[in-house]
């Protein structure tokens, strides 16, 4: 079993459309989790970060749940400019960070 | 501009030959990482530094051999690649937690894009 695993889409939506990604992860001692974007040909850039209480950051929701051990992305209002492969991101010990393979999305007019 | 900066871009390179990444960082942080991405795959660790002592070696085969002369810099030597190595090596730093808690942020550089003939 991998121990990030995410969709890998594409998700392919209309501009104005909210869209929800999902992960799971297989180590139940994870206790950091991230959301990175990156974009074709370019390296992951940190979106945002997971907390236990849920974040949001303008049109962009995360949230974490432990006892099902997954976490989600939730984006509002779809820009262009969006559309990117978003890379799901858990802590699988001390200094080291496992990435998923990622979901693409892709925003269209 | 992340403040991580990586060369070459682009790298070619035959199977015989000897050549070296490097990275650089300007952000005052004291870990630094390689990660490879092959397509469609995750990322993968390669190699941590924290204080410039190695600390995660993740089964890498001696064909990569990093070095880190100071917290800025980190290289990865290579020599007698394969044609499977053909990837995008990411240089990533981020602040060393003194904590028990891994909660560091990636700041990565834009990465070497090899191809190995």
């Known amino acids: 079993r991998k121990e990030v695993e995410q969709d890998p889409g594409p998700f392919n939506v209309p501009e104005g459309a909210t869209v929800a990604f999902n992960c799971t992860y297989s180590?139940?001692?994870?206790?950091?989790f991230f959301w990175y974007r990156q974009d074709c040909r370019k390296e992951p850039k940190l979106l945002m970060s997971?907390?236990?209480s849920g974040n949001e950051d303008g049109r962009f929701t995360a949230q974490l749940n432990r006892a099902s051990q997954y976490i989600s992305l939730l984006i509002r209002d779809s820009k262009l400019s969006d559309s990117a492969t978003y890379l799901c991101?858990?802590?699988?010990?001390?200094?080291?960070?496992?990435f998923g393979a990622g979901t693409r999305l892709a925003v269209h007019p | 501009e992340t403040g991580v900066t990586q060369t070459p871009r682009h790298l070619v390179m035959g199977m015989t030959n000897k050549k070296s990444l490097k990275c650089e960082q300007h952000?005052?942080?004291?870990?630094m990482y390689w990660y490879k991405q092959s397509a469609k795959k995750p990322l993968e660790l390669m190699f941590v530094?924290?204080?410039?002592?190695?600390?995660e070696n993740n089964s890498v085969p001696s064909r990569f051999s990093p070095e880190c002369p100071n917290s800025s810099h980190l290289f990865l030597h290579l020599h007698t690649l394969q044609p499977e190595d053909s990837a995008l090596y990411l240089c990533?730093?981020?602040?060393?937690?003194?904590?028990?808690?891994?909660?560091?942020?990636?700041?990565f550089g834009s990465g070497t894009q090899l191809s190995v003939l």
């Open positions: 530094y924290n204080f410039k002592e190695q600390t």
């Open positions: 997971v907390y236990s």
């Open positions: 952000l005052g942080h004291n870990a």
């Open positions: 180590n139940s001692a994870s206790q950091s």
């Open positions: 990533a730093s981020s602040q060393y937690s003194t904590g028990t808690v891994s909660n560091e942020k990636l700041f």
């Open positions: 991101v858990g802590s699988g010990g001390y200094n080291k960070l496992i």
